[in-house]
């Protein structure tokens, strides 16, 4: 079965950037896309088709998606960003998400 | 106010059963593909499974792991889904989430752009 794995946890301090990865083969020739969940929270949607931004998330998220690793980058990162943070992609007609990166600021 | 509510959870014995409900509002439910996904206390997501619109068959999938003892319904009378879990185990324990498939037409546009508070299922003796 297809996995996408990820860092455990990333640790930034404010205002520097923050890099997530996401591995998995061949990812690159699918869509990603991230999302990011707050203690005692649903998950909210922060990144689709690699590199879009759903409107009302703040312009420092960003994606890219080549090769075997898909990537969310958030520039001037804030407190408030801190949460976990989960990639997910399509396996023919099964959902796969990745095991999530707990993001410390 | 677009959004989705789910109701059901609670505390069941082992190898009971439970049939978790996801309430929309706000758009058109009966267009929408709806997916169930759940997260063990402490840990990630994981998907649970999906069915699909009516014009899309009311197709359901569910991963390999699961396959078996769950089963997706709706009734786009009421813009309801269901989630119905029997042979519940310990390790069902999780808080079960009703998300929303932006759009089922296009593979871009797979991802889920709507979810719910979730519901929390406790499997215990």
């Known amino acids: 079965s297809y996995e996408l794995t990820q860092t455990p946890s990333v640790s930034v301090s404010p205002g520097q950037t923050a890099t997530i990865t996401c591995s998995g083969d061949n990812l690159g020739n699918r869509f990603a896309c991230w999302y990011q969940q707050k203690p005692g929270q649903s998950p909210i949607l922060v990144i689709y088709?690699?590199?879009k931004r759903p409107s009302g998330i703040p312009e420092r998220f960003s994606g890219s998606n080549s090769g075997n690793t898909a990537t969310l980058t958030i520039s001037g990162t804030q407190a408030l960003d801190e949460g976990d943070y989960y990639c997910?992609?399509?396996?023919?007609?099964?959902?796969?998400f990745g095991g999530g990166t707990r993001l410390t600021v | 106010e677009v959004q989705l509510v789910e109701s059901g959870g609670g505390l069941v014995q082992p190898g009971g059963s439970l049939k978790l409900s996801c309430a929309a509002s706000?758009?058109?439910?009966?267009?929408?593909?709806i997916h169930w996904v759940r997260q063990a206390s402490g840990k990630g997501l994981e998907w649970v499974g999906q069915i699909r619109s009516k014009a899309k068959t009311y197709a359901t999938t569910y991963p390999a792991s699961l396959k078996g003892r769950f089963t997706i319904s709706r009734d786009d009378s009421t813009s309801t889904a269901h989630l119905q879990v029997n042979g519940l185990k310990i390790e069902d324990s999780a808080i079960y989430y009703c998300?929303?498939?932006?759009?089922?037409?296009?593979?871009?546009?797979?991802?889920?752009?709507?979810w719910g508070r979730g519901t929390l299922v406790t499997v215990s003796s």
């Open positions: 997910q992609a399509w396996d023919s007609s099964t959902v796969v």
């Open positions: 706000g758009f058109t439910f009966s267009g929408s593909a």
């Open positions: 088709q690699d590199n």
């Open positions: 998300t929303r498939l932006a759009s089922e037409e296009w593979q871009k546009d797979w991802y889920f752009d709507l």
